[in-house]
Structure formats: structure tokens, C-alpha cells
């Protein structure tokens, strides 16, 4: 078919009806599963920021369900700390549990039977005799949303620390209807997409100045309900170098990498690695990112003995310390990727929309006004990437500069610390405009059929697969 982006609007408007539909019947199990489509539609494609119906819905079916978690008497020196990613090296899980663990708080660590690094998470924390692990068993939506609310009322924590995928209906649905003395603090770990989860939180907590305009003035979140708290990323120092395809002694290389997404819907992020190739043939290029891109795939065909690409790793911190330095993808920049570059002592160097706050990486260091590798437009990164290449004192100044852009560790602890006990941090928000709708139409450019179709094939939901026949079989057939 002639795939246009309507497609995506004509659907959200068909299953938004029959999430009301649902909803309005009673039918709990078919709420849900319209729920959980939805929100997994909505973050793939970006369509909204926020929406306050699917907020409402999945506030008052939950009720239907669970009825309300009352906490009154709770234990204050105890945190449920949920983990809706179960992740041993990517995100933030670790860094808020080791501040937690030596605040001296306990932690019970929720995670689900299905979480890829559970022995991992558990092994790397099993001196820390202050985390308990609990592990949801992955039944049906209705049964873990069960579980989690007698998870909760078992410990009555005086804290829960929501840290999730942006379409957790079961673990959003669950913490929606606790009620008492119990805060509960949403980690907002994408402020820049679609996130279920307003109903279910008491505050949230940002990582910059983006995200606490975004939650007030599109979530609408009160502005006393948003505190901030910049992160570093962990340190992977435990894991040792894997090599590269070439021997690095003999050839230096430029790294990248984060979802293959982030570099669609723009020509610039392939013209600047092709700039890097064509001038300098004595470097090689990797790009460590997984999934399919055709353009990357163009690049390796030009390419085929020095730019390659491969899986997400567990070294990160050793590639990027052997990388000459790191360029972000373009049109959405890697934030993480970008805290691991300096944290390593890699020069980040990124193309950045610096009228839009959303995809502008200053918005992610401490000290913006001295961050001279994000630049404003193809031609200036490229001059600063030959500035470098040609003067080794200028290359060495800015490593050398690199030290102070990111939090410390003492200083996340304190400020955690903080907003648990005031709600507060000494990082103060500030309200600024933001372009919204030139950032959500980055999404648009991505718009495909693919993701139209993948989206359905994965939605586990045997209404919308009846709409959609043809899809069906086709993924149940394999064709």
C-alpha cells in the first residue's frame, strides 16, 4: 500500500475508540489490553508528549481491579525501587540504588521473570545486604498487577521509585492506586517521548531544564511536583576491552552509536561520517548500535574495510577511551552516550538544533557556555572536527576540559537524599519555551510502514489483530 502517516492518525482515532468502548462497558482485561496498545503505539511513533484521558482510564480501571492500595503505617527507612527494564548496563537503575543503599535506606528491587539481566543485577548487588530481590512472575497483565499491589501492601515503603518503559501500563495501573503515606517518585528517564505514568506518581524527577518545562506545561504536572536531578552514567570499568574488527594499535577510529532511529529523518548524521571518511582516509569509523539501517548499510558499501557496525556493549567505557572521539547521531542525540563520552574522556562531538531545547545536547552538561563540540550546523562541526584532527594542543585542551560537565557521584547521593526528604534539589528549574511540534515532527520523517505493521504484529491484542487480518497472518504464518 501507498503508506502515508495518516495511517498512524486513523488508527490512534479507531483504538482510542474502543478503548473508550471498553472502558465504559466495564470490561477490565479488554481496558487494559487497549491500554497497553495505545501507550506502545504512542512512544513508538511520538505522536503526543502526554494524554490525560489514557491517564484517567488507567487510573479508574486499575481502582476497578485492585480497588485502593492504602499504605498508613509505612516503614521509613524502606524503598521499593521498581524496575520496569531489568537492565545490568544501560540506564539509571544502578546509580539510584547505589545512592539509595548508602543512604542506609532498604530496598526491595522489583523486577519481572522476564528481565534479560536479573542473576546479573543480583549477583553485582549481593554484598549489599540492604537490597532484598523480588521477582514478578510474568502471568497475565490482571495477575502481576495483583502482585505488585501485595508487593506493596506486604511492605508499606514510605518510598517507591518508578523507573519504567514509557508504556508500563501493569506497574503504572498498580502504582496508580496507592493511597496513604507512601510517596511515590517517577524517575522521567525519556522526557523527550510519550510516557505513561502521572496518575501514578506523587513527583517526578527530571534530569534537566527540558524535561521540567515539558512535565509542567504538557503533562501538567504542578511545578511543585517536578524536581531535578542531572545523572552520571555507571561506571562499566569491570568489563574489559572485547578489541575492535582492526587492530587499534595500527588504526585510530571514531565511535557513535545508539538506536539506529536516532539517525533517520535527516541527511546530516551519514553527509558528517562521510565528511570524516573522505578527509581522513587513515581513520576507521564504528558505530556500535543494534537493528537495521539503510544508512548505515550505504555507508558500508562506500566503506567496506573501515566503517563498521556492531552490537550494543558492555565495554562501553573501554571503546570509548580508545576512540579518537565520539560523534553523536543526528537528528535525536544520544544523552546517555553523551554522558558516557565524557565521563571517558571522549570529546562528544555533536550536531545540535540549538533553537530547540529538546535536541540540544547543552542542555545535558553542567557548564553549557564552555562546551565548544556541540555546534550549531554541518559546516561548523566540521570545522571543529579539523580543528582537532590537525592541532594536537587544541585536541588535548579539550579533553583535558571535559572533567567537570557531568555530576558526581557524592553529589547525586545528596541530592537524592534531598528530594526524598524536602522534595527539593539545589537544581531549580526554570521555565523557557520549547518547540514541541518541530521536535515531534523528527518522528513524523520516521514515519514508516514497517513500524506501522511491527506495532501491530507486537501489540498482544486479539481486537486489534481482528481490524488488521491481513497483518495477523501474515506474522502467524511468517511471511
Avoid at 2 to 24: D, G, H, I, P, V
Avoid at 56 to 84: A, C, H, M, P, W
Avoid at 416 to 425: N, P, W
Avoid at 443 to 452: G, L, V
Wanted: proline share 3%; with cysteine.
Amino acid at each position: 500500500m501507498n503508506f502515508q502517516y495518516q495511517y498512524f492518525e486513523k488508527e490512534f482515532e479507531k483504538s482510542k475508540k474502543e478503548l473508550k468502548k471498553a472502558w465504559k462497558q466495564g470490561n477490565i482485561y479488554k481496558t487494559l489490553c487497549y491500554l497497553r496498545y495505545l501507550t506502545c503505539f504512542y512512544y513508538t511513533i511520538n505522536y503526543t508528549l502526554s494524554d490525560e484521558e489514557l491517564e484517567e482510564i488507567t487510573q479508574d480501571i486499575s481502582f476497578k481491579l485492585l480497588g485502593e492500595t492504602r499504605i498508613e503505617r509505612t516503614d521509613d527507612n524502606t524503598v521499593i525501587f521498581y524496575d520496569g527494564f531489568g537492565l545490568a548496563t544501560r540506564g539509571l537503575a544502578n546509580i539510584y540504588v547505589k545512592a539509595l543503599c548508602e543512604l542506609g535506606f532498604q530496598i526491595v528491587w522489583v523486577m519481572y521473570e522476564w528481565a534479560s539481566d536479573f542473576e546479573e543485577i543480583q549477583n553485582k548487588f549481593a554484598k549489599e545486604n540492604n537490597v532484598q530481590f523480588i521477582k514478578v512472575a510474568a502471568e497475565n497483565i490482571l495477575e502481576r498487577m495483583k502482585k505488585l499491589q501485595g508487593i506493596v501492601q506486604d511492605i508499606s515503603p514510605k518510598y517507591i521509585f518508578i523507573y519504567t518503559l514509557p508504556d508500563d501500563v501493569t506497574g503504572i495501573g498498580a502504582f496508580s492506586t496507592v493511597k496513604g503515606e507512601a510517596v511515590r517518585f517517577l524517575v522521567d528517564l525519556t522526557d523527550h517521548a510519550f510516557w505513561l505514568g502521572k496518575c501514578a506518581s506523587d513527583y517526578v524527577i527530571g534530569f534537566r531544564n527540558v524535561g521540567y518545562n515539558v512535565a509542567i506545561k504538557y503533562r501538567k504536572f504542578n511545578e511543585d511536583q517536578v524536581v531535578l536531578l542531572p545523572y552520571y552514567p555507571e561506571k562499566r570499568e569491570n568489563y574489559s576491552f572485547e578489541g575492535m574488527p582492526f587492530d587499534i594499535k595500527k588504526h585510530e577510529f571514531v565511535f557513535s552509536g545508539g538506536s539506529v532511529y536516532k539517525i533517520e529523518g535527516s541527511q546530516l548524521y551519514e553527509n558528517m561520517v562521510r565528511y570524516i571518511l573522505d578527509k581522513y582516509p587513515e581513520i576507521y569509523f564504528v558505530y556500535a548500535g543494534d537493528g537495521k539501517s539503510e544508512k548505515l548499510d550505504q555507508i558500508k558499501r562506500s566503506y567496506a574495510e573501515r566503517f563498521f557496525q556492531i552490537n550494543e556493549r558492555k565495554d562501553l567505557d573501554q571503546i570509548m577511551k580508545n576512540a579518537k572521539f565520539y560523534l553523536s547521531t543526528y537528528p535525536m542525540f544520544g544523552a546517555l552516550m553523551t554522558q558516557y563520552a565524557i565521563q571517558n574522556n571522549c570529546i562528544p562531538v555533536s550536531l545540535c538544533n540549538m533553537e530547540n531545547p529538546l535536541a540540544n545536547p547543552t542542555t545535558l552538561v553542567i557548564h553549557p557556555e564552555k562546551a565548544d563540540y556541540f555546534l550549531p550546523s554541518f559546516d561548523e562541526t566540521c570545522a571543529f572536527i579539523d580543528r582537532m584532527m590537525k592541532d594536537s594542543s587544541y585536541y588535548r585542551f579539550i579533553k583535558n576540559d571535559l572533567a567537570d560537565q557531568v555530576i558526581s557521584e557524592k553529589e547525586f547521593r545528596e541530592e537524592l537524599e534531598s528530594i526524598m526528604l524536602h522534595g527539593t534539589s539545589k537544581f531549580q528549574g526554570y521555565k523557557e519555551e520549547i518547540d514541541i511540534q518541530s521536535f515531534l515532527n523528527i518522528y513524523k520523517k520516521r514515519a514508516s510502514k514497517e513500524i506501522y505493521v511491527k506495532t501491530i504484529y507486537n501489540s498482544r491484542n486479539k481486537w486489534v489483530y481482528r481490524r488488521h487480518l491481513l497483518i495477523w497472518l501474515r506474522k502467524k504464518l511468517k511471511i
